[in-house]
């Protein structure tokens, strides 16, 4: 059976959205997907507003732009105000609980809260929220597998950056455990909470 997942990753810029995407793009390219990668930047880089449209497939993709996400990833407030609506009936949303907070959420879709800022402020890099989420969704997809995902990190990290692999692929361990925990307990993968 051919499959197609359609996701928005959103937040503020600093905040790795395009990072998060090309290095799930390119995963997935490693596993001999069709992946299609679409940024987007507000006018200011730091602190404006960031998406990023990936798309992973077994099929040829039409597109980059992804109007109805299976997955969408928001990292700040008015991404997921922007984007909720987008997110197709009885699919997923995985919210960074440190950043959005006092929200409902549509009944119709799986919400899974992870404070992926916590925890990559608690592992020593803030930066790495990115990669909590990522790893969270990996979790609910059962893709791209760790191995893609690993080679894909190594590949972007900058030259003398190389020793911020095993923190990234800590992080990224611990928002897959987050997630996998979570949709196990009903009252967690939730709706509407």
């Given at each position: ?6 996701i ?20 997935g390219m490693t596993?001999?997907k ?20 990936v ?25 997921a105000?922007?984007?909720?609506p ?5 699919k997923?949303m ?8 006092d ?5 119709d879709?799986?919400?899974i ?11 020593g ?39 911020l692999l095993?923190?990234?692929?800590k992080?990224?361990?611990?928002g ?5 925990q ?12």
């Amino acid at each position: 059976m051919m499959r197609t997942e359609n996701i928005i990753i959103a937040g503020f810029g600093g905040q790795g959205i395009v990072a998060a995407g090309r290095t799930l793009a390119y995963a997935g390219m490693t596993e001999g997907k069709k992946t299609s990668m679409l940024p987007s930047y507000g006018p200011e880089m730091r602190g404006g507003f960031a998406n990023c449209h990936v798309i992973i497939s077994d099929s040829d993709i039409a597109s980059p732009i992804v109007s109805k996400p299976d997955i969408f990833i928001a990292m700040s407030h008015p991404a997921a105000d922007r984007f909720e609506p987008m997110v197709k009936p009885g699919k997923t949303m995985i919210v960074d609980s440190y950043q959005v907070k006092d929200r409902e959420y549509r009944n119709d879709i799986n919400v899974i809260k992870i404070p992926a800022t916590k925890i990559a402020m608690d592992a020593g890099n803030v930066k790495f929220s990115n990669m909590v989420m990522i790893g969270a969704l990996m979790a609910v997809l059962d893709l791209p597998s760790v191995e893609s995902m690993t080679r894909a990190v190594r590949n972007f990290l900058p030259k003398g950056k190389e020793d911020l692999l095993p923190l990234e692929m800590k992080v990224l361990s611990e928002g897959m455990k987050f997630a996998e925990q979570k949709s196990q307990r009903k009252d967690t993968i939730c709706y509407n909470g």
